[in-house]
């Protein structure tokens, strides 16, 4: 039996080999490398779009949704805690 190594990768995508790309991907990602281009271009654009959707969520929210910090000096008056009153 003699076990079948494949040839060395090489070309512009050989460095997705280190992080675990099949000969196979890597072929295939030389050959046509508008496929890489498009999975990062709808990354970053589904990345972009989650921001800007939080940021619209952020910017509209109304006054009473918004958390307020309080310090640590501040108590409410009564001095009893609220399972006491």
Known sequence: MSAQTSPPVTGQFAFLAKI???PEAVATLNDQPYV????????????????????????TMKPEQKKKKEKKGDKKPGGKPPAQR
Do not use: D, R
């Open 20 to 22: 675990g790309a099949t």
């Open 36 to 59: 890489f281009f498009t999975l990062v271009a709808a990354l970053v654009v589904l990345i972009l779009q989650g921001l800007f959707i939080w940021y619209i969520h952020l910017a």
